[in-house]
Nanobody
Framework: QVQLVESGGGLVQAGGSLRLSCAASGRTFSNYAMGWFRQAPGKEREFVAAINQSGGMIWCADSVKGRFTISRDNAKNSVYLQMNSLNAEDTAVYYC??????????????????WGQGTQVTVSS
């Protein structure tokens, strides 16, 4: 089992920034590809960004390219999502995800093995 705990969400004004963190425990972190997904009220959970096990490959949704950056620190068993230039459409619960298989823009949420509990991000306009 892998336990994932997100932090860093909150309320921010449009144009502002937040940095989400996800701390993993339970298994060898470097064996897992990591991703961030989000779910807005009334909408399905959607892919945001992902990073492979070594950190050498990254995928981002078109809606966040140039604004969000995913990174990981295998020594700290953590993955991060730096979010800049936030707008109201970014308001959602953000979930950390882990899987031994690569997570990419086309990965279905039903295929993900491990999820965090989510952290709320609210952008006020």
């Amino acid at each position: 089992q892998v336990q994932l705990v997100e932090s860093g969400g909150g309320l921010v004004q449009a144009g502002g920034s937040l940095r989400l963190s996800c701390a993993a425990s339970g298994r060898t972190f470097s064996n897992y590809a990591m991703g961030w997904f989000r779910q807005a009220p009334g909408k399905e959970r959607e892919f945001v960004a992902a990073i492979n096990q070594s950190g050498g490959m990254i995928w981002c949704a078109d809606s966040v390219k140039g604004r969000f950056t995913i990174s990981r620190d295998n020594a700290k068993n953590s993955v991060y999502l730096q979010m800049n230039s936030l707008n109201a459409e970014d308001t959602a619960v953000y979930y950390c995800a882990a899987d031994t298989r690569l997570i990419t823009t086309g990965t279905m949420t039903s295929r993900i093995n491990y999820w965090g509990q989510g952290t709320q991000v609210t952008v006020s306009s």
